[in-house]
T-cell receptor, first 115, second 114 residues
Framework: AQTVTQSQPEMSVQEAETVTLSCTYD???????LFWYKQPPSRQMILVIR??????QNATENRFSVNFQKAAKSFSLKISDSQLGDAAMYFC????????????FGKGTRLHILP | EAGVAQSPRYKIIEKRQSVAFWCNPI?????LYWYQQILGQGPKLLIQ????????DSQLPKDRFSAERLKGVDSTLKIQPAKLEDSAVYLC????????????FGSGTQLSVL
């Protein structure tokens, strides 16, 4: 069975600095999708960035980028120029390329932004 | 664009009571998901619908949990009877049905079982 591991329960970063959140996953599949979701105190999960496993190029969305290492099964999220609004829980998620497979979430990393 | 609507936002009940949650997904979204998020953990899928059919309910405790999606639109999740360990946030999400798609989540219902 696939698993997603986020080894950092909490992290802090100074405003305007860069922070990297770690995620590793375990799978025997070659076709899958990876996601980072943000959950602010409002509880509404919001997609931050996604990566298709068949793409070698790392995904980028404005200040958010990923470092996707397929062989190492690692999918870290880098947030540049951290802003106070980035404070939230961040969840790494995996989805198999099988059409009916479910999305598996990690336990999350709580990110604090220090002013 | 209207988001995923969920109600109620909070619910407090005593163990062995029944409770129901409601979800209205984004119009046109074929897939609907119910997740259970226990404090300090990531969301765990309870049930996934494709239109009004069940795709995956392997992690739904069927002796006490039930869910339906009538006419492939709104959905309700029911717990009967509730246990203390059911205390969690119940999140509803919807999507168009593509594997790499962005899911749209509601704000969830926070359930406390006393």
């Amino acid at each position: 069975a696939q698993t997603v591991t986020q080894s950092q329960p909490e992290m802090s970063v100074q405003e305007a600095e860069t922070v990297t959140l770690s995620c590793t996953y375990d799978t025997s599949e070659s076709d899958y999708y990876l996601f980072w979701y943000k959950q602010p105190p409002s509880r509404q999960m919001i997609l931050v960035i996604r990566q298709e496993a068949y793409k070698q190029q790392n995904a980028t969305e404005n200040r958010f980028s990923v470092n996707f290492q397929k062989a190492a099964k690692s999918f870290s999220l880098k947030i540049s120029d951290s802003q106070l609004g980035d404070a939230a829980m961040y969840f790494c998620a995996y989805r198999s390329g099988d059409r009916d497979d479910k999305i598996i979430f990690g336990k999350g990393t709580r990110l604090h932004i220090l002013p | 664009e209207a988001g995923v609507a969920q109600s109620p936002r909070y619910k407090i009940i005593e163990k062995r009571q029944s409770v129901a949650f409601w979800c209205n997904p984004i119009s046109g979204h074929a897939t609907l998901y119910w997740y259970q998020q226990i404090l300090g953990q990531g969301p765990k899928l309870l049930i996934q619908f494709q239109n009004n059919g069940v795709v995956d309910d392997s992690q739904l405790p069927k002796d006490r949990f039930s869910a339906e999606r009538l006419k492939g639109v709104d959905s309700t999740l029911k717990i009967q009877p509730a246990k203390l360990e059911d205390s969690a946030v119940y999140l509803c999400a919807s999507g168009l049905g593509y594997l790499n798609e962005k899911l749209f989540f509601g704000s969830g219902t926070q359930l406390s079982v006393l």
